[in-house]
């Protein structure tokens, strides 16, 4: 009876001490500059129970003539009933130039630029910066941060963007002086090269940045998983163009203009080759011109949610998807966005 009772009192006690962590919350990125989500987004919000809302407010970004500091764009509001009606987080994303080179004095005035901007957008409880800093502007970037939070309400919990280098190499890159992070799992491909590969997410290529990678993080991490698709296009064996998706593929496999190349590649990128000029999102292509397709099926999503497990996420993390704007047009649904959730942490 005193082993059967010892062996109940060991089992609860590692019951305990190994509390199952919280299901994830779902969350998505509104990435457009206009914010007025269709019938079909809100429909997926509403279906998945999704009441966060990551919203970009700023671009940031140097002045190519100048090299002036400045907004290259702002976030049109017009749907200000949807607003209210979630929590929103105002996002800016600032690029890494700005912080290479800029003077004390200006890293304040950003900060205080950026603050009174997000005024605009209150209340809110959470602020976040995307910004993919490197070893040489994380002094820049960490002093910014440090000037922003004492600009926001101080109640404010300031949030920052890791990529997967940052999250793998905190000694080379540190750990922003932030209350969380959001731990951006995609964008593992090179996009300067023309390979089969799947460059928004490849498995082969997020286990290396797992492997060896801290067991763990400095801050609480959510994480972010993608649901968009782009074409690189490369001309004369360099890359010239960035189109964003959805693409019209059944148009392009019937209309004459591309030829379409095989791979064995098992998570493959679709390659293409222009045979007579055509547009495409708005861009001329010439023929020659070799197209990089990547997309992120149902498939590959919930394998990026397998490898997902091994990550160091917080216990009450969020899932938040990139992007609302294309995820209805990519026909991800309800039902196999909180199978990805789930998946995640089983």
């Given at each position: 009876?005193?082993?059967?009772?010892?062996i109940f009192c060991g089992l609860c006690w590692i019951a305990c001490s190994n509390p199952v962590p919280k299901p994830l919350t779902p969350a998505f990125y509104c990435w457009e500059t206009v914010f007025k989500p269709d019938s079909a987004a809100i429909?997926?919000?509403?279906?998945?129970?999704?009441?966060?809302?990551?919203?970009?407010?700023?671009?940031?970004?140097?002045?190519?003539?100048?090299?002036?500091?400045?907004?290259?764009?702002?976030?049109?509001?017009?749907?200000?009933?949807?607003?209210?009606?979630?929590?929103?987080?105002?996002?800016?994303?600032?690029?890494?130039?700005?912080?290479?080179?800029?003077?004390?004095?200006?890293?304040?005035?950003?900060?205080?630029?950026?603050?009174?901007?997000?005024?605009?957008?209150?209340?809110?409880?959470?602020?976040?910066?995307?910004?993919?800093?490197?070893?040489?502007?994380?002094?820049?970037?960490?002093?910014?941060?440090?000037?922003?939070?004492?600009?926001?309400?101080?109640?404010?919990?300031?949030?920052?963007?890791?990529?997967?280098?940052?999250?793998?190499?905190?000694?080379?890159?540190?750990?922003?002086?932030?209350?969380?992070?959001?731990?951006?799992?995609?964008?593992?491909?090179?996009?300067?090269?023309?390979?089969?590969?799947?460059?928004?997410?490849?498995?082969?290529?997020?286990?290396?940045?797992?492997?060896?990678?801290?067991?763990?993080?400095?801050?609480?991490?959510?994480?972010?998983?993608?649901?968009?698709?782009?074409?690189?296009?490369?001309?004369?064996?360099?890359?010239?163009?960035?189109?964003?998706?959805?693409?019209?593929?059944?148009?392009?496999?019937?209309?004459?203009?591309?030829?379409?190349?095989?791979?064995?590649?098992?998570?493959?990128?679709?390659?293409?080759?222009?045979?007579?000029?055509?547009?495409?999102?708005?861009?001329?292509?010439?023929?020659?011109?070799?197209?990089?397709?990547?997309?992120?099926?149902?498939?590959?999503?919930?394998?990026?949610?397998?490898?997902?497990?091994?990550?160091?996420?917080?216990?009450?993390?969020?899932?938040?998807?990139?992007?609302?704007?294309?995820?209805?047009?990519?026909?991800?649904?309800?039902?196999?966005?909180?199978?990805?959730?789930?998946?995640?942490?089983?």
């Amino acid at each position: 009876m005193k082993l059967l009772l010892s062996i109940f009192c060991g089992l609860c006690w590692i019951a305990c001490s190994n509390p199952v962590p919280k299901p994830l919350t779902p969350a998505f990125y509104c990435w457009e500059t206009v914010f007025k989500p269709d019938s079909a987004a809100i429909s997926l919000l509403d279906s998945t129970s999704c009441n966060i809302l990551y919203i970009k407010i700023l671009d940031i970004g140097k002045n190519a003539s100048s090299g002036a500091i400045e907004p290259y764009s702002r976030l049109e509001l017009r749907d200000s009933a949807l607003w209210q009606s979630r929590q929103i987080i105002p996002c800016v994303f600032i690029t890494n130039e700005v912080f290479d080179g800029i003077s004390p004095e200006k890293k304040e005035w950003l900060a205080g630029k950026i603050a009174a901007a997000a005024k605009d957008f209150a209340p809110f409880k959470e602020f976040q910066v995307d910004c993919d800093w490197t070893a040489g502007t994380r002094q820049a970037y960490f002093l910014f941060l440090n000037h922003l939070r004492k600009q926001l309400p101080q109640s404010t919990t300031l949030s920052a963007t890791i990529r997967l280098h940052q999250y793998k190499f905190p000694q080379n890159t540190g750990v922003p002086p932030v209350d969380r992070g959001m731990l951006m799992f995609y964008n593992t491909g090179d996009v300067d090269e023309e390979s089969e590969r799947n460059s928004i997410f490849h498995p082969a290529e997020a286990q290396k940045y797992l492997n060896g990678a801290p067991k763990k993080y400095a801050i609480p991490l959510d994480l972010a998983l993608p649901l968009f698709s782009w074409a690189q296009v490369f001309r004369e064996g360099e890359l010239w163009k960035i189109i964003p998706g959805p693409l019209p593929l059944a148009e392009m496999r019937s209309g004459g203009k591309y030829l379409e190349h095989t791979t064995l590649e098992p998570f493959p990128a679709q390659l293409w080759e222009v045979q007579d000029g055509t547009f495409l999102g708005g861009h001329y292509l010439r023929p020659g011109d070799r197209l990089r397709v990547s997309a992120i099926p149902e498939t590959l999503l919930l394998e990026s949610a397998r490898l997902a497990r091994q990550l160091d996420l917080a216990d009450d993390a969020r899932l938040a998807f990139f992007h609302l704007g294309i995820a209805p047009k990519e026909y991800y649904s309800a039902q196999k966005l909180d199978q990805v959730c789930k998946t995640v942490r089983n």
